[in-house]
């Protein structure tokens, strides 16, 4: 709340640092506490809900007044920011830089807060998290189960997404931490830890190959197996070194949900390529087994925590950081213990 003098003044330094003397000119309310200038904080709202009527019904907000506000900022930057059609608006060039803008914007004040707070010695405050869909049954409930307890005023914003989202999301500043696969390297991109997840087929424990120590991908293919979604960096990875297995003569099944891949493999009748972490909680309860695939073509993926490069992470985002990091190693522990590698 800038009701505490010590934030309240920081705050005020802030503005007029970046050119904002006047913090009359502010528009502070109780309900909408922010440095984001409002002219882009509206923009941003109609850029994310398509339309200024929509954006208007989600901030509660007069129509009218986010367009003049729009308007204005277009007059002031003496180009316009949004193609005005009859299905809505849509961010030309130019608007999607001052959309960027304004998400880096926001991210840095979420940080600023928490850093003096920090000083205040208080852990509090807000982190936004990017992971991946198998997080979301096993490492990710552990986890913050744990923070809430350890830290239980920090407050975690996790979204669900694939690779290529996800590093976007760091390097745009719209996320603060990331759990992700495959991660290409990137001079935006800090990696705080990172892991192999060597290349395995998930079997049921009463699946043949589940007696096996190992087996080749041709060994693999030749079962009825489901293929994740292409949206997933595994099946990217597969198409693009291993195509052979997309021509067999009964293709497989193909969902980008890991949880009916995962049904479907513990019902018996099919199996799947994928890595230990992508199952961790069924191989460390025994549902479903690990076999490694020893293949010379075979490539171990990776696992990764990152942060972005260009922004500084405040205190709370590396509280969350480094537990992220400590529960997928972890995670890869107790698979490794119950499986084979």
Not at 141 to 163: A, D, G, K, Y
Not at 215 to 231: C, D, E, H, M, Y
Not at 238 to 252: A, I, R, T, Y
Request: a neutral charge.
């Amino acid at each position: 709340s800038c009701n505490r003098p010590s934030l309240r003044r920081a705050l005020v330094a802030v503005h007029k640092i970046i050119g904002n003397p006047s913090f009359a000119e502010l528009e502070w309310t109780e309900m909408a506490d922010r440095l984001l200038p409002t002219a882009l904080h509206y923009a941003d709202n109609v850029a994310r809900c398509g339309s200024i009527q929509a954006a208007a019904k989600e901030l509660n907000i007069a129509a009218s007044a986010i367009d003049r506000q729009i308007l204005l900022l277009e007059a002031r930057l003496g180009v316009a920011l949004f193609e005005r059609t009859s299905r809505g608006m849509r961010p030309t060039v130019a608007g999607d830089l001052a959309i960027t803008m304004a998400r880096r914007w926001r991210g840095e004040e979420r940080r600023l807060r928490a850093d003096i707070r920090h000083l205040e010695g208080v852990n509090i405050g807000h982190v936004r998290v990017v992971a991946m869909d198998s997080q979301a049954n096993g490492l990710l409930p552990r986890f913050f189960h744990r923070l809430r307890e350890e830290q239980p005023r920090i407050t975690v914003e996790v979204e669900i997404s694939n690779t290529d989202d996800a590093l976007a999301a760091l390097v745009n500043g719209e996320a603060d931490v990331g759990l992700i696969f495959n991660l290409p390297p990137h001079r935006d991109i800090r990696t705080i830890w990172s892991a192999e997840l060597p290349l395995g087929c998930i079997v049921a424990r009463d699946h043949p190959f589940a007696r096996e120590s190992a087996i080749t991908l041709q060994k693999a293919a030749s079962v009825p197996f489901v293929l994740q979604g292409r949206s997933l960096a595994i099946r990217r990875y597969l198409e693009s070194k291993h195509p052979w297995l997309f021509q067999q003569g009964n293709p497989p099944i193909a969902t980008n949900s890991l949880q009916l891949v995962k049904q479907l493999v513990e019902q018996g009748g099919h199996v799947a390529l994928t890595s230990e972490l992508d199952a961790a909680s069924e191989i460390a309860e025994g549902t479903l087994v690990f076999v490694p695939v020893r293949d010379k073509a075979a490539e171990s993926q990776t696992i990764s925590v990152a942060t972005s490069a260009r922004l500084p992470l405040p205190r709370i985002g590396q509280i969350v950081a480094e537990g992220l990091a400590a529960e997928a190693e972890d995670a890869l522990v107790a698979v490794r213990q119950r499986g084979r590698i």
